[in-house]
């Protein structure tokens, strides 16, 4: 009986490999190739619109003296900022820079 079952096992694994193993080796249909194409398309042109943003960054800061619940020192920014997405090997690299627009406006409150 032991014999039998290591056969049938043997049957099973013999038609699980032949029968399964080359179907997952065959191509995609078609219809599948197509969609993947689109697919590929849209994620490259993305890639290619989001590979680079820049903006403007503005900073406002205040130093406030909490005893007089007064606003001691005001400063404003204005940064152009950019942003760099590069893919290195299967890592993504982001680069950033961030560079003054304008010298920053102060204020003091005596």
């Given at each position: 009986m032991r014999i039998l079952h290591n056969h049938r096992l043997l049957l099973l694994?013999?038609?699980?490999?032949?029968?399964i193993l080359p179907a997952l080796r065959a191509e995609p249909p078609a219809v599948v190739q197509n969609d993947l194409a689109v697919i590929g398309d849209r994620v490259e042109a993305f890639w290619k619109e989001i590979a680079s943003v820049s903006c403007t960054e503005t900073v406002?800061?205040?130093?406030?003296?909490?005893e007089k619940e007064k606003v001691l020192n005001q400063k404003k920014s204005t940064?152009?900022?950019l942003v760099f997405l590069q893919w290195v090997g299967d890592q993504l690299a982001v680069d950033e820079s961030r560079a003054a627009r304008g010298v920053a406006e102060q204020k003091e409150d005596p």
């Open positions: 694994l013999g038609l699980v490999a032949f029968g406002e800061q205040w130093k406030i003296d909490p940064y152009d900022y």
